[in-house]
């Protein structure tokens, strides 16, 4: 069983960056892919980033190529999303997420997911 959640969400104006922060419990963590994705409001939910579970390999959303890096700290459980030049129509909630056994940007392969955290871009 893993847990997750998120932190580092808020309001920021459009250019502006934000680190969303994901804590993981349990003791398989660097075994698991962990991916983002984002939901804003009367939208499906949609994938962002994701990072290998030694995190090596990365991989990235149209929308999220050259303004956002995602990064993880094994020995502490945690995972990163840096996003910069932010615009309002990120805006969303942003969920992390854990797979044990794909390295995927389908939203269906992902086991653990976390509460969300909200940003909020302005214009």
């Known amino acids: 069983q893993v847990q997750l959640v998120e932190s580092g969400g808020g309001l920021v104006q459009a250019g502006g960056s934000l680190r969303l922060s994901c804590a993981a419990s349990?003791?398989?963590?660097?075994?698991?892919?962990m991916g983002w994705f984002r939901q804003a409001p009367g939208k499906e939910r949609e994938f962002v980033a994701l990072?290998?579970?030694?995190?090596?390999?990365?991989y990235f959303a149209d929308s999220a190529k050259g303004r956002f890096t995602i990064s993880r700290d094994n020995a502490k459980n945690t995972v990163y999303l840096q996003m910069n030049s932010l615009k309002p129509e990120d805006t969303a909630v942003y969920y992390c997420?854990?797979?044990?056994?794909?390295?995927?940007?389908?939203?269906?392969?992902?086991?653990?997911w976390g509460q969300g955290t909200q940003v909020t871009v302005s214009s």
């Open positions: 349990g003791r398989t963590f660097s075994s698991h892919a």
């Open positions: 997420a854990a797979s044990s056994d794909y390295y995927s940007d389908y939203e269906g392969n992902y086991d653990y």
């Open positions: 990072i290998s579970g030694s995190g090596g390999s990365a």
